[in-house]
Nanobody
Framework: QVQLAESGGGLVQPGGSLTLSCAAS????????MRWYRQARGKERELLAT????????NYADSVKGRFTISRDNAKKTVYLQMNSLLPEDTAVYYC?????????WGQGTQVTVSS
């Protein structure tokens, strides 16, 4: 079955950096685009970044453009989110998502807290 497992979250000071990972299993990872979302407390889940199956094209939300970078390693079946210049408003639970055959699959999420 499809499994997505995020890791790498934690507490970081404003201006700091974190790299999130999402390890995938149970499907042909190299055939599917992948996405990162986040959900802050009391807010709707927000799409942050998308990467194509081959990793040759990416898209970002305006809120993270220029600060976050999505990448993938198809051999390791892992998608990453490099986050730089973090702001307190980046505090949220971060999720990766697979869309396949009309079904969305989510990981359990990883908490990122940006605070001094």
């Amino acid at each position: 079955q499809v499994q997505l497992a995020e890791s790498g979250g934690g507490l970081v000071q404003p201006g700091g950096s974190l790299t999130l990972s999402c390890a995938a299993s149970g499907f042909l990872f190299s055939s599917y685009a992948m996405r990162w979302y986040r959900q802050a407390r009391g807010k709707e889940r927000e799409l942050l970044a998308t990467i194509t199956s081959a990793g040759d094209s990416t898209n970002y939300a305006d809120s993270v453009k220029g600060r976050f970078t999505i990448s993938r390693d198809n051999a390791k079946k892992t998608v990453y989110l490099q986050m730089n210049s973090l702001l307190p408003e980046d505090t949220a639970v971060y999720y990766c998502k697979l869309s396949r055959w009309g079904t969305s699959y989510w990981g359990q999420g990883t908490q990122v807290t940006v605070s001094s």
